[in-house]
């Protein structure tokens, strides 16, 4: 609900103020419906999560593939305020498939201490820096893709080409992803994504100038950006057995918050340097984040039952 509600108050908004408050209502509704989402594979059986994990962030991630070249056409075609009205109205029809789901019985009430649990952990907390990173060095240039690529495309007439391309390279690292994960451990899904998204960023003055070199590398990031997403959050449904929905929960924080910084920081180098200087920032973050991969070590954290005491951090 809120989400369509939050594109309604941006269509109809006649100032900077209006849509700003209307894209912090839509962001109240998705931050709060990612990680319950993310949360429900640990419903499902240690070696299956991964692939679990897949599905789930499979959702979204086809959301974006088709949503935002979409919604580029559509905005270059009949404004953006149409884009936003037809937003909004897939959130109406998405409320009413949710409006028909069963009813499951509440988890209960958890105290904010209980929530935070899991920062107690040192691997959860390096697992989510982790996350930090690399969302912020993405999104230092993504959120200002159209003025990097302005000459690649045609003035970004041709916007929706690699948008769309990056959105089927993110569709087909999440398949990957799930039954790498289960195969070959986080860790390693983990080191392969986040360091294909440092080369490609690094390398983006080069591809940045073309659109055929701006689809390669486009379809490459969006396959490495959203192959850790996975990984992150198995590992972080591991690492705490018992309040793992929370510090799921945590990792979509740690995400919304290298959006925010990562906007910022691009904003600013935008204004000040030009778009191509976003590739200096965005390949120092992912360069940290490869550089602090999460720990090996028996670091799990197990619920009060003596049949799971003793349990290793297995990958």
């Known amino acids: 609900m809120h989400e369509a509600a939050g594109r309604l108050i941006c269509a109809l908004g006649d100032s900077y103020g209006w849509v700003a408050a209307g894209r912090v209502v839509a962001a109240l509704g998705a931050a709060s419906y990612t990680p319950q989402a993310s949360a429900a594979a640990s419903l499902v059986s240690e070696e299956?999560?991964?692939?679990?994990?897949?599905?789930?962030?499979?959702?979204?991630?086809?959301?974006?593939?088709?949503?935002?070249?979409?919604?580029?056409?559509?905005?270059?075609?009949?404004?953006?305020?149409?884009?936003?009205?037809?937003?909004?109205?897939?959130?109406?029809?998405?409320?009413?498939?949710?409006?028909?789901?069963?009813?499951?019985?509440?988890?209960?009430?958890?105290?904010?201490?209980?929530?935070?649990?899991?920062?107690?952990?040192?691997?959860?907390?390096?697992?989510?820096?982790?996350?930090?990173?690399?969302?912020?060095?993405?999104?230092?240039?993504?959120?200002?893709?159209?003025?990097?690529?302005?000459?690649?495309?045609?003035?970004?007439?041709?916007?929706?080409?690699?948008?769309?391309?990056?959105?089927?390279?993110?569709v087909a690292g999440n398949a990957i992803a799930g039954s790498a994960t289960d195969r070959l451990g986080n860790r390693v899904v983990l080191l392969l994504?986040?360091?294909?998204?440092?080369?490609?960023?690094?390398?983006?003055?080069?591809?940045?100038?073309?659109?055929?070199?701006?689809?390669?590398?486009?379809?490459?990031?969006?396959?490495?950006?959203?192959?850790?997403?996975v990984p992150q959050q198995h590992r972080l449904l591991s690492l705490s057995e018992a309040s793992g929905p929370f510090t799921v929960a945590l990792n979509s924080s740690a995400l919304y918050l290298g959006i925010a910084i990562g906007g910022a920081v691009g904003g600013l180098l935008v204004n000040t340097r030009g778009p191509e200087w976003t590739a200096v920032p965005a390949f120092v973050l992912a360069a940290l984040a490869y550089g602090r991969p999460t720990p090996t070590g028996p670091t799990r954290e197990t619920r009060s039952d003596p049949a799971r005491q003793g349990v290793s951090d297995d990958e």
């Open 48 to 170: 299956r999560r991964g692939r679990a994990l897949g599905i789930v962030i499979g959702g979204l991630i086809l959301a974006t593939a088709l949503g935002v070249p979409i919604g580029t056409w559509i905005g270059g075609l009949a404004g953006w305020r149409a884009t936003l009205w037809a937003v909004a109205a897939l959130g109406a029809v998405g409320l009413l498939g949710v409006s028909m789901l069963p009813r499951l019985a509440p988890a209960g009430r958890h105290p904010l201490a209980e929530r935070l649990s899991g920062l107690r952990n040192p691997a959860v907390l390096i697992t989510l820096t982790v996350t930090l990173l690399a969302v912020t060095s993405e999104h230092v240039v993504y959120t200002y893709i159209g003025p990097l690529l302005h000459d690649a495309t045609h003035g970004g007439r041709a916007l929706s080409v690699p948008l769309f391309v990056f959105g089927v390279g993110a």
């Open 193 to 229: 994504a986040v360091g294909g998204t440092a080369v490609d960023l690094a390398l983006l003055p080069l591809w940045s100038g073309s659109l055929a070199g701006a689809g390669v590398a486009l379809f490459v990031w969006g396959a490495t950006g959203w192959m850790y997403l």
